[in-house]
């Protein structure tokens, strides 16, 4: 399949000095690709070279097959969803408004522009009343929400995150993630991503890509790079604890029975996963949540369900 992102011997010069080094790399549709590294190994810089907020000095960007620096930015831009850390919501706009900003852009007749904000909210999992408020009067969570809805509003088939949950508390990260991980499911779309949190990237990305000092150290799926034989990526993804991060990388509704829970019992939704449900097992000293979304209960799991869950490798 062709790739809907691929950075060829790409470069990029701050002055003299090197943001990125000889990056190639893909990402073919539908993946959920993660850069991961520490502090200035050039992942926003990355990011920013597919919506050309950033040129690259040497090798070609093509999104969607085409060479980018040969087609109009604004076009590329408004056909790319892009969500930042700082949210960026326009605070004289309304919500709605907001999350029109895009669509209206792009023309869209205000019918369908007026049924997609509905739409999106609800795909957020926002109450339809938030349409008419101003971003000051939300929570931070539901800002961050919005930044995703408007983000997502035109319908592109890629979007760029960068850091998009960085504002967030350790809890509110969590639910956004399940969110994504959700949404990425639901609509399949193309999506890169840029973290610093190690954990972050393990939990969400269908690819990781490891950078440093400007260059890929390595890609693949998380579950492959936990095992990494580079001793950089193996410590920043696995760390001292590669059975904990394992538990982050399977679903509760890979290890769930379909049996009840007992009454009372705390509820962990589907899509969260295992290192979720033993925290939430730690916090309430539960030893059995109840599985459900929405209202609906679809099961339970069980602290020996969970560990069944997460094959362990043999010790060597
Ligand atoms: N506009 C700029 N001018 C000069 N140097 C820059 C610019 N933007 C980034 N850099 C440098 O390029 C390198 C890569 O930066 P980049 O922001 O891409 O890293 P990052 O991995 O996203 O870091 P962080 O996690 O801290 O955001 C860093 O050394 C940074 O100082």
């Given at each position: 399949?062709?790739?809907?992102?691929?950075?060829?011997?790409?470069?990029?010069?701050?002055?003299?000095?090197?943001?990125?080094?000889?990056?190639?790399?893909?990402?073919?549709?539908?993946?959920?690709?993660?850069?991961?590294?520490?502090?200035?190994?050039?992942?926003?810089?990355?990011?920013?070279?597919?919506?050309?907020?950033?040129?690259?000095?040497?090798?070609?960007?093509?999104?969607?097959?085409?060479?980018?620096?040969?087609?109009?930015?604004?076009?590329?831009?408004?056909?790319?969803?892009?969500?930042?850390?700082?949210?960026?919501?326009?605070?004289?706009?309304?919500?709605?408004?907001?999350?029109?900003?895009?669509?209206?852009?792009?023309?869209?007749?205000?019918?369908?522009?007026?049924?997609?904000?509905?739409?999106?909210?609800?795909?957020?999992?926002?109450?339809?009343?938030?349409?008419?408020?101003?971003?000051?009067?939300?929570?931070?969570?539901?800002?961050?929400?919005?930044?995703?809805?408007?983000?997502?509003?035109?319908?592109?088939?890629?979007?760029?995150?960068?850091?998009?949950?960085?504002?967030?508390?350790?809890?509110?990260?969590?639910?956004?993630?399940a969110?994504?991980?959700?949404?990425?499911?639901?609509?399949?779309?193309?999506?890169?991503?840029?973290?610093?949190?190690?954990?972050?990237?393990?939990?969400?990305?269908?690819?990781?890509?490891?950078?440093?000092?400007?260059?890929?150290?390595?890609?693949?799926?998380?579950?492959?790079?936990?095992?990494?034989?580079?001793?950089?990526?193996?410590?920043?993804?696995?760390?001292?604890?590669?059975?904990?991060?394992?538990?982050?990388?399977?679903t509760v509704a890979?290890?769930m029975?379909?049996?009840?829970a007992?009454?009372?019992a705390p509820v962990i939704a589907p899509g969260a996963s295992l290192?979720d449900a033993l925290s939430l097992m730690?916090?309430t000293?539960a030893?059995v949540l109840a599985v459900g979304e929405?209202?609906?209960?679809l099961g339970s799991l069980?602290?020996?369900?969970l560990?069944?869950?997460?094959?362990?490798?043999?010790?060597?």
């Amino acid at each position: 399949m062709a790739a809907v992102i691929a950075f060829e011997d790409v470069s990029v010069a701050y002055g003299g000095r090197d943001g990125l080094r000889d990056v190639t790399l893909e990402v073919a549709a539908g993946e959920l690709c993660v850069l991961v590294g520490p502090s200035g190994a050039g992942k926003s810089t990355l990011l920013r070279l597919v919506n050309r907020l950033v040129a690259p000095s040497a090798g070609v960007v093509r999104v969607r097959g085409e060479d980018i620096a040969r087609n109009d930015p604004i076009r590329l831009r408004r056909s790319i969803g892009y969500a930042i850390q700082s949210v960026g919501l326009f605070p004289h706009r309304t919500v709605g408004e907001n999350i029109a900003t895009v669509p209206r852009l792009l023309g869209w007749p205000e019918p369908r522009i007026a049924a997609r904000i509905p739409e999106l909210l609800a795909l957020l999992r926002l109450d339809a009343d938030l349409a008419a408020r101003y971003p000051h009067t939300l929570s931070g969570g539901q800002a961050q929400r919005v930044g995703l809805a408007r983000a997502l509003a035109a319908d592109p088939d890629l979007l760029l995150m960068d850091e998009p949950f960085g504002a967030a508390d350790p809890i509110l990260r969590r639910a956004l993630r399940a969110e994504l991980r959700r949404i990425h499911a639901v609509t399949g779309k193309t999506i890169l991503l840029v973290t610093h949190d190690a954990e972050e990237a393990l939990e969400l990305a269908t690819r990781v890509v490891v950078l440093r000092d400007g260059r890929v150290l390595a890609a693949g799926a998380p579950l492959e790079l936990i095992r990494a034989a580079d001793p950089f990526v193996r410590d920043l993804l696995g760390g001292d604890a590669p059975a904990l991060r394992r538990l982050g990388l399977v679903t509760v509704a890979a290890a769930m029975a379909a049996t009840a829970a007992p009454a009372g019992a705390p509820v962990i939704a589907p899509g969260a996963s295992l290192s979720d449900a033993l925290s939430l097992m730690l916090e309430t000293r539960a030893e059995v949540l109840a599985v459900g979304e929405d209202g609906r209960t679809l099961g339970s799991l069980g602290l020996p369900g969970l560990l069944r869950a997460v094959p362990m490798p043999a010790p060597a």
